[in-house]
């Protein structure tokens, strides 16, 4: 049996910067991730921060402090997200962010900047480095070298987590975890530790987990490695939950040309009013719309999608002129490559009737057909009764007719363990674990972005808790040294 300071599950995120902070504060520390490389989710995320008051804002002259960072998220998340957990994130985000500064982060020269398509802040606060998630793990890795170099912290890849074990008594009244099961490359590894950290991320790459726990079903552009391990085995000792409820789609997404339950990312739609505005219609698979297209906010859009498309699914619905002048209608994509594409590429469609393309797409022709009659009206007369949608530049009348098919996206889930302010994981009767945390998605998104997407309170939060976490293990050993006979 092993037994460490730390016990870091998950090399993402969340997980790397609390294994550099752990072992450079002195904590014998392991770092087990699933994959068979670390990074998680960086290797797929853009990689956004959050911070009021980093040096490079103040170096562009730009004013600003936690409190308007704070009042901007309470605005665009109605309050929904968990102001305990987001009070701390934000007041050491700026710290986080020069912490990487200091340690050869490289910025996009455009940042700091002001984020747009979802609700955007008020000021210039948003970061990311010219390569996304690569450009955090870039710094992330180096440090993690060094910890490793220094013989403070091992790093075992290709170990999944397969059980956590609860221990035979408490710690001043609280329940713990003795140990934890790791698969380490294909052998049981008992590992016994101080405290036990998960970082396994969320679980928006496991179908069942989700639509169990979210209520919908998946389609996904997550990590594949997010299924959900840290939080199956935390409920399994009592864990709660947080977040239930709030999950929030991101808008869009063709499915996947050969892998069902995924989208091909990176033939997404432009859906998103700023950057283009729609000569299409939105329908369900009733052939009804659902909400105002041409709505600036791409928040209102997913709300609606949630609320009024029970399985997530529609289709937006054009015609030739709409498919040569409204440019561009997914990224990457000329006007030519759609009529190439269609009937070719999965979920994109043309037909020379209405009629014709409804059938083909898997949408009601009858129903299809009297909502675009009902939009060429809303057209014709110049007022959109029905959604008040203001963007009215042409009927959809000339063939042949278009129809992509698209689905609200996983890119990372809003549930995850109930954790208190300190990301110690809390159980259903209220008591809190004595030396098991949940940081990152582990915790869940809606702690930190309630019922909404906000530009870098994904990122920020779960560098600035594994960072915290850290420090606050590693000054309670020290404490326990200092009393130790």
């Known amino acids: 049996m ?67 960072h704070l009042d901007d998220i309470d605005a665009i998340t109605g309050g929904t997200h968990r102001d305990d957990i987001v009070r701390v994130a934000v007041e050491h985000a700026a710290e986080a962010v020069d ?24 000021v210039a606060r948003s970061y990311y480095g010219p390569d996304g998630g690569l450009s955090l793990l870039e710094v992330f890795s180096r440090l993690i070298d060094e910890q490793v170099s220094s013989g403070r912290l091992e790093v075992w890849t290709d170990s999944p987590l397969i059980d956590l074990e609860a221990g035979p008594s408490t710690i001043n009244g609280q329940p713990q975890v003795a140990a934890a099961t790791v698969l380490r490359r294909g052998t049981e590894t008992r590992v016994a530790a101080d405290a036990i950290v998960l970082a396994t991320g969320g679980f928006a790459a496991d179908a069942d987990l ?22 199956v085995l935390a409920q399994h000792l009592g864990a709660a939950l947080q977040g239930e409820g709030k999950f929030l789609p991101t808008f869009g997404g063709l499915p996947h040309p050969t892998t069902p339950g995924r989208v091909q990312w990176e033939d997404r739609p432009v859906l ?24 600036e906010s791409i928040d209102t859009k997913e709300r609606a999608l949630v609320d009024q498309v029970p399985d997530l699914v529609f289709w937006t619905i054009f015609d030739d002129r709409g498919r040569r002048e409204s440019v561009p209608m997914v990224v990457g994509w000329s006007p030519q490559d759609i009529a190439e594409k269609a009937n070719d590429r999965a979920g994109v469609y043309s037909a020379a009737s209405i009629a014709e393309l409804a059938r083909t797409a898997g949408i ?74 949940a940081i990152g998605e582990a915790m869940g998104g809606a702690a930190t972005h309630g019922h909404a997407i906000l530009s870098g309170m994904t990122c920020t939060p779960a560098i600035v808790y594994g960072r915290l976490v850290a420090r606050d293990l590693a000054q309670k050993a020290s404490k326990q040294q200092a009393v130790a006979p």
């Open 272 to 295: 998103t009013t700023p950057e283009r505005a729609p000569w299409e219609i939105y329908v369900d698979a009733s052939g009804h719309r659902w909400v105002r297209e041409d709505a």
């Open 2 to 68: 092993n037994h460490w300071d730390v016990l870091i599950v998950g090399a993402g995120n969340a997980g790397l910067p609390c294994a550099i902070e752990a072992a450079s504060l002195g904590l014998r520390t392991l770092l087990v991730e699933k994959d068979v490389r670390i990074g998680g989710c960086l290797h797929t995320t853009g990689g956004h921060l959050s911070a009021a008051g980093a040096r490079r804002q103040q170096i562009a002259g730009i004013d600003d402090c936690v409190q308007w």
């Open 364 to 437: 009601d022709p009858p129903g299809l057909q009297a909502t675009i009659d009902q939009y060429n009206r809303a057209v014709a007369v110049g007022r959109d009764d029905a959604f008040g949608r203001e963007f009215l530049p042409a009927p959809i009348a000339e063939p042949p007719f278009f129809a992509m098919r698209n689905h609200g996206i996983a890119l990372l889930t809003y549930a995850g363990l109930d954790v208190d302010v300190t990301a110690r994981v809390r159980r259903s009767d209220g008591q809190v674990f004595a030396n098991l945390f």
């Open 99 to 122: 912490w990487l500064d200091d340690n050869g982060f490289r910025f996009a020269p455009e940042t700091p900047r002001i984020v747009y398509g979802h609700p955007p802040y008020r």
């Open 210 to 231: 989700f639509e169990a726990i979210e209520g919908f079903p998946l389609v996904s552009a997550a990590h594949p490695t997010d299924t959900g391990d840290g939080l």
